[in-house]
């Protein structure tokens, strides 16, 4: 079992920054493929941003790469979400999850096992 809690989610002016965090506890963290994903108001939940288990491989949907970094601190149990230059359509529920059986990159929900509660971002405009 992984249990995932993220933070550092809240409002923000467009052009600004978030840090998004994610601690997990349970099974060996540093073993854990882990992602983001965000889901808006109406719309499905889409990929956002992948690390593999060693940190030495990302991988990031078209539409926030150059602005979002996705990293992990293997020491604290934490993966974060450090996003720049926002922009209102960034707007969304982002959760954190923990792919426990593969660390091959992958953008699909269903390669997850678990699943954070979620944290809110809100860009205005």
């Known amino acids: 079992q992984v249990q995932l809690i993220e933070s550092g989610g809240g409002l923000v002016q467009a052009g600004g920054s978030l840090r998004l965090s994610c601690a997990a506890s349970?099974?060996?963290?540093?073993?854990?493929?882990m992602g983001w994903f965000r889901q808006a108001p109406g719309k499905e939940r889409e990929f956002v941003a992948y690390i593999s288990w060693s940190g030495g491989r990302t991988v990031y949907t078209d539409s926030v790469k150059g602005r979002f970094t996705i990293s992990r601190d293997n020491a604290k149990d934490t993966v974060y979400l450090q996003m720049n230059s926002l922009k209102p359509e960034d707007t969304a529920v982002y959760y954190c999850?923990?792919?426990?059986?593969?660390?091959?990159?992958?953008?699909?929900?269903?390669?997850?096992?678990?699943w954070g509660q979620g944290t809110q971002v809100t860009v205005s405009s």
């Open positions: 999850a923990a792919s426990v059986y593969s660390d091959i990159p992958s953008s699909r929900a269903h390669d997850y096992n678990y």
């Open positions: 349970g099974r060996t963290f540093s073993t854990n493929a």
